[in-house]
């Protein structure tokens, strides 16, 4: 990296949302930007996550762009590689590879009042920008609870976002800790060649039935010769989930009609009612995100498989304690248990115009303006920030909805002129939060009855849309100034910052 380099927007991360925003600014006509990543490939979570089974259970005609179709979809659900390797293909067919620079590690970030830019430290050397974008995603630092005694395994231990491919489960006494979206697709994948697998499930999840299925040479053909099928495809996909979502945030007990789908799904292929009886949840079903499995029961109901219905508690030697006092002998454990969600580790290394970091500035929970930006952290923005996530739809709609507000922006900031940033005004923070948390008391994330990783530490959902996507769109189409502070920088190239312009003023 030459030394002092200056761009005007600097995208961190390069998975879904960071590759998206990438192509939204070269269509916006901005190439002074870069993208930096601290892996040696882009794919964000779907580079990482390479365990057995890993597949998307959000159908991909709708788990894709809208703006990069591909006809070439294998199956319903694809699996992880063909989804690395849709991002790959994005990276070269928008022409993005000049602009991302691999094994950049962002360390620390700091936004210089005087100059009006953010000095971004990398593991490779500084660089300024008129912006950040931080792209760095949910689910991309693992999370390894603390567990007393853990230190002193001797076996393997490894996290499923950095599955160890040279370990050899075959014959070995696994653990699997964690019953989540990651694990219950591990475990179908991994029984046949386990000597022994035992399932530590500290909550039962809700699993449907997936309906996974190829899809056909002639659909493929149809969708690349009328692509207007493929976009049918994605609109009947998209309009299902929209027309769900009023029982998740309105009506969840409307919700309670499939949790007989579900059960069904349990009785179908385990036959022991003791087994059937642990595995059976006791809370609203999409209260936790509703898991999609075909494969997972019939697993559980092998003759090399246990389920503690019980956390894991402590380990001693290679003996593996559970809450309820089961004791398992296990050579490898893996640990499904999750990302930093609500605590996201790229918080620390932000640090805004008052000098504190954003983790401080969030230490009583995320909050932030439409789920983009944060007060006191001018020209900073996120995707998937606070309350973008979804319980039952793509990821992928809500990123885009971010990126045509991240356009927007850089609009604003052109059409202001000059050096200038906008930093939202803390009024306008709060009124939005107060909206998202006064609709998020009625939804089945808060009123179903369990814990879950939506929830922060102190119990606010922080995470999730508590709405459809349209609405989010809506919220997310253009930035209203009126909602901003903006600052000029009183010199031209140095002085303090001129504050307190109104929006009339501009
Ligand atoms: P997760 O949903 O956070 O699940 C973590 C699991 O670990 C939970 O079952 C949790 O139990 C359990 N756990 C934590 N500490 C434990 C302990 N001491 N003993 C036993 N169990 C313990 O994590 P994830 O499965 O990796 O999924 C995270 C998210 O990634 C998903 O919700 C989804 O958004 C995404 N994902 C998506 C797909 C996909 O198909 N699109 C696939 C995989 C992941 P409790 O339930 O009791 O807290």
């Not at 050397?125 to 999370?143: C, E, I, N, R």
């Not at 530490?457 to 922080?462: E, I, K, L, M, Y």
């Given at each position: ?44 979570t779907?580079?990482d996550n390479s365990y057995p089974g890993c ?84 689910l991309s630092d693992p999370k390894i609870p603390e567990v007393p005694g853990l230190d002193g395994f001797e076996g393997k231990i490894f996290h499923s976002a950095q599955w160890d491919h040279d370990y050899d489960l075959r014959g070995k006494r696994v653990a699997m800790i964690g019953t989540g979206a990651s694990a219950i697709q591990i475990v179908p994948a991994i029984q046949p060649e386990a000597g022994r697998l035992t399932l530590f499930q500290r909550t039962p999840p809700?699993v ?66 003791a087994l059937?009886a642990k595995l059976?949840p006791s ?5 936790k995100r509703?898991l999609?499995?075909?494969?997972y029961y019939?697993a559980l109901a092998e003759p090399n498989v246990d389920v503690v219905a019980s956390g894991l508690k402590e380990v001693r030697g290679n003996t593996l304690v559970a809450s309820d006092g089961t004791e398992t002998e296990a050579d490898v454990i893996i640990f499904g248990t999750g990302f930093h969600v609500t605590d996201m580790p ?104 369990c814990t879950s990783w939506?929830l922060d530490a ?49």
């Amino acid at each position: 990296m030459a030394q002092h380099e200056h761009v005007r927007v600097a995208v961190i991360g390069s998975g879904f949302g960071g590759l998206g925003a990438a192509v939204r600014l070269r269509r916006e006509g901005i190439t002074d930007f870069v993208v930096l990543e601290r892996a040696a490939s882009v794919g964000g979570t779907w580079r990482d996550n390479s365990y057995p089974g890993c597949a998307c259970d959000v159908p991909s005609h709708l788990y894709s762009f809208s703006f990069a179709p591909n006809p070439d979809w294998p199956r319903t659900f694809s699996g992880q590689p063909h989804i690395r390797a849709y991002l790959e293909n994005v990276t070269d067919t928008f022409g993005l590879r000049p602009h991302i620079r691999l094994e950049h590690e962002v360390l620390k970030m700091h936004w210089d009042d005087a100059e009006l830019r953010w000095e971004i430290e990398t593991s490779r050397g500084t660089l300024t920008a008129d912006m950040v974008v931080s792209a760095t995603g949910p689910l991309s630092d693992p999370k390894i609870p603390e567990v007393p005694g853990l230190d002193g395994f001797e076996g393997k231990i490894f996290h499923s976002a950095q599955w160890d491919h040279d370990y050899d489960l075959r014959g070995k006494r696994v653990a699997m800790i964690g019953t989540g979206a990651s694990a219950i697709q591990i475990v179908p994948a991994i029984q046949p060649e386990a000597g022994r697998l035992t399932l530590f499930q500290r909550t039962p999840p809700w699993v449907m039935p997936r309906m996974d299925r190829a899809i056909s040479g002639a659909e493929r053909w149809l969708h690349d010769k009328v692509p207007l099928t493929a976009s049918a495809r994605r609109r009947l996909l998209w309009g299902i989930r929209e027309l769900q979502v009023s029982a998740f945030t309105k009506r969840p007990n409307e919700l309670g009609l499939i949790e007989s789908i579900g059960r069904s799904n349990i009785r179908r292929s385990i036959k022991d009612p003791a087994l059937r009886a642990k595995l059976t949840p006791s809370y609203r079903i999409g209260c936790k995100r509703i898991l999609l499995s075909s494969t997972y029961y019939p697993a559980l109901a092998e003759p090399n498989v246990d389920v503690v219905a019980s956390g894991l508690k402590e380990v001693r030697g290679n003996t593996l304690v559970a809450s309820d006092g089961t004791e398992t002998e296990a050579d490898v454990i893996i640990f499904g248990t999750g990302f930093h969600v609500t605590d996201m580790p790229i918080a620390d290394r932000v640090v805004g115009a008052q000098g504190v970091t954003l983790a401080e500035t969030w230490k009583d929970g995320m909050e932030s303006l439409r789920g983009a930006t944060a007060a006191g952290f001018p020209n900073w923005m996120t995707i998937i920030g606070p309350n973008t996530g979804l319980g039952n739809s793509s990821m992928i709609l809500m990123i885009e909805s971010q990126l045509s507000y991240l356009a927007d922006y850089l609009r604003q900031l052109n059409v202001l002129g000059g050096r200038v940033a906008l930093d939202p005004r803390p009024a306008a923070v709060g009124a939005w939060n107060e909206r998202v948390q006064q609709r998020m008391k009625r939804t089945v994330w808060n009123t179903g009855g369990c814990t879950s990783w939506y929830l922060d530490a102190n119990g606010r959902n922080t995470t999730i849309w508590p709405g459809t996507t349209t609405e989010f769109r809506k919220a997310t189409r253009s930035v209203d100034l009126g909602e901003y502070e903006v600052i000029r920088a009183a010199g031209a190239s140095a002085g303090t910052a001129d504050r307190a312009v109104e929006k009339e003023a501009v």
